[in-house]
C-alpha cells in the first residue's frame, strides 16, 4: 500500500502540474494568435490528468493494506513497530517539500514582476503566466507527493485524521465536504467557460483549500463543545 501510494502520489501530481501548465499555455499561445490552441491544450492536458486521477485511485483502492474495519486499519504489533519507524525516517528525509512547496508558490509571481518593472508586458504575457503556473505546480507536486504518503503511513498506524475520533468526524462531513467541492468545480467551470481567463481561474483551487481547512476548523470546534456537554 505505502509503495503503491508513493508512486501514484507522483502521477497524481504530475496531473496536476499538467493542468496548471496548460491554464498558463492560455495567454502565451495568444500572444502567437493562437488563443484556440491553447485552450485545447488545456482540454487536453486536463482529459488526460482527470484519466490519471481515476486510474491512481482505483490501483489505490484495490491496493488498501490490512483489513480495514469502519475505516480503521489492525496490524500486528511488530508491523506497526517497523512502520512507526518507517514513518519517522520518511518525516525526517522529506521535511523540506512543505516548506520548498510554499516558498515556491509565494514566489511564482516574481516572473511577473520582474517582467512588469522592465515594462515588458509582451514577455510577461508570453512567458509570465506560464513561469507562475510552472512554479506553482512545482509547488503543488511537493504537497501532493508527501500529502499522500504521509496520509498513507497515518491511516496504517491509524494516528492524525484517521485516529477512530476523526475517522467518525469525517463520516459527518463527507456529505458536506462532497456538497462544497462539487460547488468549487461548478464556480470554476462556470467562471473559466464565460471568461476564458484560464490563467486567473485556477486561484480558485488554493483559496478553495484555505476556505475548507477553515470550515473543518470550525466544524471541529462545535462538534468539541458538543461532546464536552456529554
Not at 481561474?201 to 483549500?209: C, D, F, N, Y
Request: charged share 15%.
Amino acid at each position: 500500500y505505502l509503495a503503491m501510494t508513493h508512486t501514484e502520489s507522483k502521477k497524481i501530481a504530475l496531473g496536476v502540474l499538467l493542468i496548471l501548465i496548460g491554464a498558463g499555455l492560455i495567454p502565451t499561445m495568444e500572444s502567437f494568435n493562437l488563443g484556440g490552441l491553447g485552450v485545447l491544450l488545456l482540454l487536453v492536458l486536463t482529459a488526460l490528468s482527470v484519466g490519471i486521477f481515476i486510474m491512481s485511485a482505483m490501483k489505490l483502492e484495490s491496493s488498501k493494506y490490512g483489513d480495514d474495519h469502519e475505516g480503521v486499519i489492525y496490524i500486528s504489533d511488530d508491523d506497526y513497530s517497523l512502520i512507526e519507524k518507517q514513518y519517522v525516517l520518511f518525516k525526517e528525509e522529506n521535511r523540506f517539500r512543505i516548506p520548498l512547496g510554499v516558498a515556491l508558490c509565494i514566489l511564482s509571481p516574481i516572473p511577473l514582476l520582474i517582467f512588469g518593472l522592465m515594462d515588458a508586458e509582451f514577455y510577461a504575457e508570453r512567458f509570465g503566466v506560464i513561469l507562475l503556473t510552472a512554479l506553482v505546480g512545482i509547488g503543488v507536486y511537493q504537497f501532493i507527493t508527501y500529502g499522500m504518503l504521509d496520509s498513507a503511513f497515518k491511516r496504517i498506524l491509524n494516528i492524525g485524521e484517521y485516529s477512530a475520533k476523526e475517522q467518525s468526524f469525517q463520516k459527518v462531513i463527507e456529505p458536506v465536504g462532497t456538497i462544497y467541492w462539487l460547488m468549487m468545480t461548478l464556480i470554476y467551470l462556470i467562471w473559466s467557460f464565460t471568461t476564458m481567463d484560464w490563467h486567473i481561474t485556477w486561484i480558485i483551487w488554493p483559496v478553495s483549500g484555505i476556505l475548507w481547512s477553515i470550515i473543518i476548523s470550525i466544524l471541529k470546534a462545535f462538534k468539541s463543545q458538543d461532546n464536552n456537554h456529554y
